[in-house]
């Protein structure tokens, strides 16, 4: 399925014995390893590197990269392996550098509300050790994903509507450039107007800049009081309508997720739950008692517009979290509903008056092709996730999932969108970089690739 | 005082005669027109361009850049001409394109919550011209700067601790090259992970990079209630230390400045106001009546700990008018406070838990240089300015300035901060680029200049 195919590989002895100079037992040729190493959670085809180093320290990424560089090595960096658009694959072969054991909590600054962290560290990981502290990292994509990965892919997730994306809450980077330097960007100031954004350039660019080492990110107090609430609608149009009306009225929601019947349905039995099966909008808040409850009370105003049934408001911690748990699980439980199957999944975003057009749309382009699909959503933001079931032995339902992929996406572009809202181009959004961005614009990123 | 002096003019007859068919009588020569476009609010003298020309389309401009690159001549973007770092003046002569005419205000999508503009609205304008809709553009550096002059110095200012910076309310531009073609870069997408943020890599990078020509920007619905509050302090140390507070506990203020009594006289003086003349913090809240009642409450126990004086809780649009009136004439209040003198501005950020360090020991930099001087900032950020009072014909005390301005900057770098937060390099921060970044980020800054 995946048509491009590795080169064989590119380590020479030479290359072999200075990757072993630098990482001793922490370099590894071993099938199991390479294997690990070679996939992600998208639908392609295992395609392993010829050689995993897990890497402990900036020094040795930036020796890493020396290396690989003098020797014309592919360099791939390997955080969680949580990608679902085949950004860790080895196409061309080469190394993985792991960074996952590159998990130190450099620091915690509470009173400036910042951490500094290595790459591996995972979000699950910052927040558990921010337990005491009174503050939180909102930024939360669903899959327990390394940060390091997180930035290079700028990713957001649910809580992005109130929080930002990636984008918006790293304050400064250490990255390893191709030619192994080791270069700092940003301050822990809140902001800075000294100079290109070296940080934000870093940010999305996916791992083709430089490998990122050290992050300082923004943490928030952890709000006063937390509710979540859960509704009900007869169909797609009335959830996503709301969903719209209720970011229009700027109603200051810290999530607002979509699950259509399907997806419901998937977690209901993956998570023994008795979720109604019908759309559904997921909502947190985050304030002090009284602003939760006046978030959650004009919410309620505009869903009972659109004919929403069950709202249903949680605010014991035990309920939330059921909740948030059952929404944490789509992705699996839509993947363990048809055994044998990969998701190919879709990742627009769209100005929010579209995003209806653009939801029901793309549902259909997958019933015309004949693709088991099901749809979450951070509608606050006006992205979703058509996640395609797709069995990867079956070329012709590949090809009909392929072209259904294609029609939404061009759709979503015609609309004033983007082809990936928050998981990045990796393999499987390099077609539509040439339709989303001017021939002038790909020629500017070119040139930023050459020049680093 | 400006050590740069302008070569002569580089405008030969071939390059006089092309401006003038593209421009017509919209390009100009004269003496008042060229002094006109040869200052900003810097303390630095006059430096005219040789010529101004005033564009009123992206394909002028195109084809203004194309013209000078052929012909090697400098080409200086101007808008509202209140830079307070040197930006605009011609070091090297050339050419001012003036952006003030274009200023169409191309699209309101109000169910999207974005504005399309061309560089020369100003803020006010698109304000104005959103009256109607619910809507608002927050940011609001105090001068009535264009959107255009406003990104590519990634200006921020009294709402930014609320909203963010033009770093995090540009969606996408239109950008003409140094080679005159018109790139676009973002979507109307709220977030996307598609390829290298080229918007953000044209945010602040104060026109060496490109002219903007077109913003598409983020704006946020009207909140339901705003209130403003004032309260008096007995000194700095303990108006900072509330603030650092106010912050630390995350009540979400929409603004929250500080001014120092030279600057509370000074506006008292311009504005015919009886502030009482002590270190004060100016707020404002915005959020539904109850939460804003509840942030004002919360704001009012963190500033009595800190034996605030008149707490005063100011709800009717004309009282907080009167209030933030006041705060935005401070610059002037300030300039005027001393009969021919200018105004050389600091512009240090820090992280907040070292805000009252960092301002406390600029002002004893003063002090000991004995230069007059007055402080605002934007405490909510980390950010304030030290405004000097500098008389540009006393060599002495410009130098006296200088140092004091070079030791207090290099305090806010030594504490993680940076040189400026929001008024750009322009030619004032220069020789502080290679204090703050490394000399590698440096490079690759250099870099990206060559590669565009």
Not at 195 to 207: H, K, V
Not at 333 to 360: E, K
Request: aromatic share 6%.
């Amino acid at each position: 399925m995946n048509p491009i195919i590795s080169s064989s590989s590119r380590l020479n002895q030479e290359a072999l014995a200075g990757l072993q100079a630098i990482f001793g037992d922490r370099f590894s040729t071993a099938q199991s390893v390479r294997e690990h190493h070679g996939r992600d959670e998208s639908f392609y085809a295992c395609m392993p590197p010829d050689a995993v180093a897990f890497a402990l320290s900036a020094e040795e990424v930036a020796a890493t990269a020396a290396l690989c560089n003098a020797h014309r090595i592919p360099l791939i960096a390997f955080g969680a392996g949580s990608s679902v658009e085949g950004h860790l694959l080895a196409v061309k072969g080469g190394l993985a550098v792991d960074l996952s054991r590159m998990n130190r909590i450099v620091g915690i600054h509470a009173e400036d509300a910042i951490a500094v962290v290595e790459p591996g560290v995972t979000r699950t990981q910052l927040n558990n050790a921010l337990k005491d502290s009174g503050l939180f990292f909102p930024i939360d994509p669903g899959a327990d994903a390394t940060l390091g990965g997180m930035a290079a892919t700028r990713a957001s997730g649910t809580n992005a509507v109130r929080y930002g994306t990636m984008r918006d809450n790293v304050l400064a980077l250490k990255v390893v450039t191709a030619d192994g330097r080791i270069v700092s960007a940003g301050t822990k100031a809140k902001k800075s107007s000294a100079g290109y954004d070296l940080t934000r350039i870093f940010i999305g660019s996916e791992g083709t800049l430089g490998i990122i080492t050290e992050l300082t990110v923004k943490l928030y107090p952890l709000p006063e009081a937390v509710s979540a609430a859960v509704c009900s609608f007869s169909d797609v149009e009335h959830a996503i309508t709301a969903a719209m009306r209720i970011m229009q009225n700027g109603i200051p929601v810290a999530r607002i997720e979509f699950l259509d019947s399907h997806a419901v349905h998937c977690i209901n039995v993956h998570c023994k739950l008795a979720l109604p099966a019908h759309p559904l909008l997921l909502f947190e808040f985050h304030g002090s008692e009284s602003s939760v409850e006046e978030q959650a009370e004009a919410t309620r105003l505009i869903v009972n517009d659109h004919y929403a049934s069950g709202f249903e408001w949680a605010t014991r911690p035990e309920e939330r979290s059921r909740l948030w748990t059952a929404r944490h699980q789509a992705y699996f439980a839509i993947l363990h509903s048809r055994p044998g199957a990969r998701i190919m999944t879709t990742d627009c975003c769209v100005p929010i008056s579209r995003l209806a057009d653009c939801l029901l749309a793309a549902r259909r382009d997958c019933e015309i092709n004949g693709i088991r699909h099901a749809v979450i959503g951070h509608v606050g933001d006006g992205n979703f996730h058509v996640l395609m079931l797709v069995d990867p032995e079956d070329a012709d339902e590949t090809s009909r999932a392929e072209k259904a992929n294609t029609s939404l996406v061009n759709r979503a572009l015609e609309m004033g969108g983007t082809c990936t809202g928050e998981h990045g181009i990796g393999l499987h959004k390099i077609p539509f970089m040439a339709k989303e961005h001017s021939e002038d614009a790909l020629d500017m990123m070119r040139s930023i690739k050459r020049a680093f």
